[in-house]
């Protein structure tokens, strides 16, 4: 069922971008991911009591600098912000802190974001839960922390 909506979000958002080119294969790989993940996200949070808000990392150095064993090497920042984009364009989200970073007290916020009625009326129509129907990715290495 999400996968259904998902492809559906996908389509959408290509339809209203008014690309003369359809994507490449591997930025189109990326595109499709990073859909993927917000939708994903934001499914997550509208099962939360009361229903959370989605962090989004609009900075482009968040998606190179940190090593890519311990993040999602799809996730890049041309494609998230164009699939971010393509979401609010649609009116399936709806931004409620814009980020910041100040540059005095070396302090900063990210974006966040909530799926507007629209969506969440869709994601509610979903069969199952995220957290039964989410299957964990079992190969992903575990962050082991250890005391100094």
């Known amino acids: ?7 559906e979000t996908i389509r959408r958002i290509e339809a209203t971008e008014g690309r ?17 993940h917000i939708l994903l996200e934001l499914w997550k949070a509208s099962k939360c009591i009361p229903a959370g808000e989605v962090s989004i990392n609009k900075r482009s150095g ?13 996730l890049t920042y041309k494609q998230t912000m164009a699939a971010f984009d393509g979401l609010v364009k649609l009116g399936f989200i709806e931004i409620t802190q814009k980020g910041y970073f100040d540059r005095e007290s070396l302090e900063g916020g990210l974006t966040r974001i909530i799926a507007t009625d629209e969506l969440k ?28």
């Open 20 to 36: 003369s080119r359809s994507r490449a294969e591997k930025p189109k790989v990326s595109f499709d991911n990073a859909v993927r």
């Open 121 to 148: 009326e869709r994601l509610n129509e979903l069969s199952g839960h995220p957290a039964l129907a989410l299957e964990p990715d079992l190969s992903r290495e575990t962050i082991l922390l250890r005391d100094r």
């Open 1 to 7: 069922m999400i996968d259904e909506l998902i492809d």
């Open 62 to 74: 968040y998606y190179s600098e940190h090593n890519e064993r311990y993040r999602d090497a799809l």
